[in-house]
């Protein structure tokens, strides 16, 4: 399976602070996507980076992908409570559907 | 974009009975997909539902249990059927963006007692 793996499972910073997830998978891929998912509901989209691409930035967010590694990071810049949250990572090989990992769950304290 | 509505947002069932869930999309789609989160877990996909054949299920998952209905391009259900509390889980609905992003509904919360 190229099932993506987030670490840390959990992470608990203060607002202000910047987060950072990890994603580690198996295969190769044609990109790799981060979505946020609030309280159990559905999940949103957040930014895409394809295999050729090392780094994307979209507002807070800064996500890397290295191939060689095959592994992906998620900066969140300057936290705020509202992105406490729980982040996946899913990848997408050919022709596949994604595959998303088990997820990392922020909480941002005010 | 998409937007999905999707119903209804939570239910209490009990064992034995069967739930239908509904996604309408606001747009015509050609593949809608279903997925299952269990407790504290990941998205596993169930099945992949196009208009006008039959649904393509992923391993583990069957059409007895999971039967899916795509009438049209924009609506599709997915029942679950039989329920035991291992259906306990939050089913979601997506479609996919032309650019490979999934858009999902807000998930139904089943609780199966």
């Known amino acids: 399976s190229q099932q993506g793996e987030e670490d840390p499972q959990a992470l608990s910073i203060q607002e202000g602070e910047n987060a950072t997830m990890n994603c580690s998978y198996k295969?190769?891929?044609?990109?790799l996507q981060w979505y946020r998912q609030n309280s159990g509901r559905g999940l949103v989209h957040l930014i895409l980076?394809?295999?050729?691409?090392r780094e994307k930035h979209s507002g807070r967010l800064r996500v890397t992908l290295d191939t060689s590694k095959k592994s992906s990071s998620l900066l969140i810049t300057a936290s705020r409570a509202a992105d406490t949250a729980s982040y996946f990572c899913?990848?997408?090989?050919?022709?596949?559907?994604?595959?998303f990992g088990k997820g990392t769950r922020l909480s941002v304290i005010a | 974009s998409a937007v999905i509505s999707q119903k209804p947002s939570r239910d209490i069932c009990q064992r034995g009975t069967s739930l239908t869930i509904q996604c309408q999309v606001d747009?015509?789609?050609?593949?809608m997909f279903w997925y299952r989160q269990q407790p504290g877990q990941s998205l596993t996909l169930i099945a992949t539902?196009?208009?006008?054949?039959?649904?393509?299920?992923e391993s583990g998952f069957v059409i007895d249990k999971f039967p899916i209905s795509r009438p049209n391009l924009t609506f599709s259900t997915l029942t679950v059927s039989n329920m035991s509390p291992e259906d306990s889980s939050i089913y979601l609905c997506?479609?996919?963006?032309?650019?490979?992003?999934?858009?999902f509904g807000s998930g139904t919360q089943l609780s199966v007692l």
């Open positions: 899913a990848t997408k090989e050919g022709n596949t559907p994604l595959v």
């Open positions: 539902a196009n208009q006008g054949s039959e649904a393509t299920y």
């Open positions: 997506s479609v996919v963006s032309g650019d490979e992003k999934l858009f």
């Open positions: 747009s015509q789609v050609t593949m």
């Open positions: 295969t190769s891929i044609n990109n």
């Open positions: 980076i394809r295999s050729n691409e």
